[in-house]
């Protein structure tokens, strides 16, 4: 109904004059909150108030609810594009760096993760100049419930890129990640551990493997080092002894002359008449 009634033009005017900005972003949450004053809000001048808001010198109550509006804006992939072009990411840097209560990291991170989910939006968090350095230091320094976030996001911007990965290493994240895995919340745990998995996977990826002619040359030398197995004869063995037997046989068998005698006209007896002994 607020709609209909051209409450987006009323909200315009407003803006324009700083004494209303309190007022004008109050109402700007209460209609983010619905599908479909989303959009509207998304396309309209809104966007870039709401992050100068941000940034400037406000209220605290009129800066969250500008992070709180601009956190409902951010679950629309079609509303990043115009988001990072308002300078979203500057914005949030200057809560992250600035003293705050645990409300203000929180929310802060949350609108991160909605960014990171698009690459144009992963693409310019990783080139922004210490945003990476300031999400490690979360993850040593911040709330249980910070680090969760922290490393969701971390995790979220190193899945699928190495240069992040790179360059959350180089801050010295191990020793955090691991306390996180042990004694962080149970989704920060479940990201931590993630995060770690993550990079030995990828440093893994990046060892070297020796050239295949190397790898062959080592197959060949642990197959040349195992003892060879003995084969087996293929008949029985014939000692010495009955060999000489076998030989001594048949040299008298040489020696031996027969004589045959024929019995009736069908039998013939052969019979040793005599052996001469060879030696």
């Not at 108030?49 to 951010?74: R, W």
């Not at 003293?99 to 993760?113: Q, R």
């Not at 300031?134 to 320094?141: E, M, N, P, V, Y």
């Not at 040299?251 to 013939?268: D, E, M, Y």
């Amino acid at each position: 109904m607020m709609l209909a009634a051209g409450v987006i033009p009323l909200l315009e005017m407003m803006i324009s004059n700083s004494d209303s900005h309190g007022s004008a972003t109050a109402l700007y949450l209460n209609l983010s909150c619905h599908e479909d004053a989303k959009s509207i809000i998304g396309s309209s001048q809104a966007v870039p108030f709401l992050v100068q808001i941000l940034q400037g010198e406000a209220e605290p109550q009129c800066k969250m609810d500008a992070l709180h509006t601009l956190y409902n804006l951010s679950s629309k992939a079609s509303h990043i594009l115009s988001l990072l072009s308002a300078g979203i990411i500057s914005g949030l840097q200057c809560l992250l760096a600035a003293p705050g209560d645990l409300e203000w990291t929180e929310k802060s991170i949350a609108v991160l993760i909605n960014l990171a989910s698009s690459k144009s939006g992963k693409d310019e968090m990783v080139a922004a100049p210490g945003l990476i350095s300031g999400l490690a230091t979360i993850l040593d320094t911040g709330e249980p419930i910070e680090q969760e976030q922290a490393a969701s996001c971390l995790y979220i911007l190193c899945n699928g890129s190495e240069k992040c990965s790179q360059m959350v290493l180089q801050e010295g994240v191990i020793p955090a990640l691991v306390s996180i895995s042990v004694n962080g919340t149970t989704r920060g745990k479940d990201k931590a551990q993630k995060l770690l998995m993550l990079f030995r996977e990828q440093r893994q990826r990046d060892q070297p493997q020796p050239p295949a002619e190397v790898r062959f040359q080592r197959a060949e030398s642990s197959s040349k080092a195992m003892p060879s197995q003995e084969s087996k004869p293929l008949c029985k063995s014939v000692s010495r002894r009955r060999m000489g037997k076998a030989l001594s046989f048949f040299g008298r068998a040489r020696a031996i002359r027969f004589t045959s005698v024929k019995l009736g006209n069908t039998c013939t007896v052969y019979v040793i008449v005599s052996e001469a002994r060879v030696d």
